[in-house]
């Protein structure tokens, strides 16, 4: 989740500072922050959640982009005032959805490179 808005960002960058109990941006300034969120009932949440992560990361480098891997986002989101904001956030990506499921799509896939079948 690609979280732009600056009230939400903000508010991240609350909780984070309660929780490391410093007042800087542990952002850097970044005018995003993306949330990797996984289903924490899931066996391999913790692996699978961060190699997306840094696919994202190695990504964003490919693309002469800077990031920062935060490691307090646990702490975070098990607080009961993370618990909420992700529930808003929630919402906001449900009524997203909806919103997507009215638009077109497209398949991707490799050219055929038939040289290959050689």
């Known amino acids: 989740m690609a979280v732009t808005s600056p009230k939400y960002r903000e508010k991240i960058t609350e909780l984070n500072e309660k929780v490391r109990k410093t007042s800087n941006d542990p952002y850097y300034g ?3 922050v993306i949330l990797v969120l ?7 949440f913790v692996e699978d959640g961060s190699c997306v992560l840094m696919n994202m990361m190695l990504a964003a480098h490919s693309l002469g982009l800077g990031t920062v891997w935060v490691a307090k986002e646990r702490e975070i989101f098990d607080s009961e005032e993370g618990k909420e904001l992700l529930k808003e956030l929630a919402m906001l990506m449900k009524n997203l959805r909806k919103q997507l499921l009215e638009r077109k799509i497209i398949s991707l896939r490799y050219k055929a490179n038939y ?4």
């Open 30 to 32: 970044a005018p995003v």
């Open 38 to 44: 996984a289903d924490g009932n899931a066996s391999n």
């Open 115 to 118: 040289n290959l079948l050689i």
